[in-house]
């Protein structure tokens, strides 16, 4: 499932490789056809986005967005469960689920992190990876409004993956998601 590879690198912390690799990227989401054409293209904003920037531009925006910016965090369980206790039991399990499956994290890695996430669907049966993705779709819609509120590309990213996962939010999950603080990065008084 090379489409799953493509998001997880997409999603992740941008680097020169990955800007040089955006033509196969966009050959494999082709050539697979995981993602279709109309969904494909709510990638593209990001995909020409990263094909015409500064890679040191590109990386300043990634870390003010997902790194300094707690409402757009990059770890799914950061919006279900915040700071409390469920949240290491969650990984602790979803941990569990990746060595069971035969996926082992860079030690710096903590499992509940998108581009890992996506990296282990990739190894997964595509009706497998497509219904975990489905799992956090109450989470991936969140980050796509708060991405497309800051008229951000990587909106797009999450857009593809909601359609991807063919999956409707139940009224709980999206009640259950972590509320926006409307805290800036940049703001200095908060």
């Known amino acids: 499932m090379k489409s799953f590879k493509v998001l997880s690198a997409l999603a992740a912390y941008p680097s020169e490789a990955m800007i040089e690799a955006i033509p196969a990227m966009r050959q494999v989401l082709e050539a697979e056809g995981l993602l279709t054409a109309p969904n494909r293209r709510f ?5 020409a986005d990263l094909a015409g920037g500064d890679v040191m531009d590109l990386q300043e925006r990634y870390v003010f967005l ?8 990059l770890h799914l369980f950061e919006h279900v469960h915040g700071d409390s206790r469920d949240r290491g039991q969650a990984m602790v ?3 569990q689920v990746y060595e069971e499956a035969g996926f082992h ?6 499992p509940d ?3 890992a996430f996506l ?10 990876a497509v219904a975990l993705l489905g799992e956090t779709v109450h989470i991936l819609i969140t ?3 708060r991405l497309e509120k800051r008229s951000s590309p990587y909106a797009g990213l999450f857009r593809a993956m909601i359609a991807l996962s063919k999956a409707k939010p139940k009224p709980e999950d999206m009640a259950a998601i972590v509320a926006d603080d409307g805290v800036q990065p940049d703001d200095l008084e908060a």
């Not at 990638?43 to 995909?47: A, D, G, Q, S």
């Not at 997902?66 to 965090?73: Q, V």
């Not at 990296?119 to 497998?128: H, N, V």
């Open 43 to 47: 990638i593209e904003p990001l995909l």
């Open 66 to 73: 997902f790194d300094r910016t707690r409402s757009l965090s």
């Open 93 to 95: 399990d979803l941990k």
């Open 105 to 110: 994290l860079a030690s710096s890695e903590l």
């Open 113 to 115: 992190y998108i581009p």
């Open 119 to 128: 990296e282990y669907l990739s190894m997964r049966p595509a009706d497998e």
């Open 143 to 145: 980050l796509a409004e």
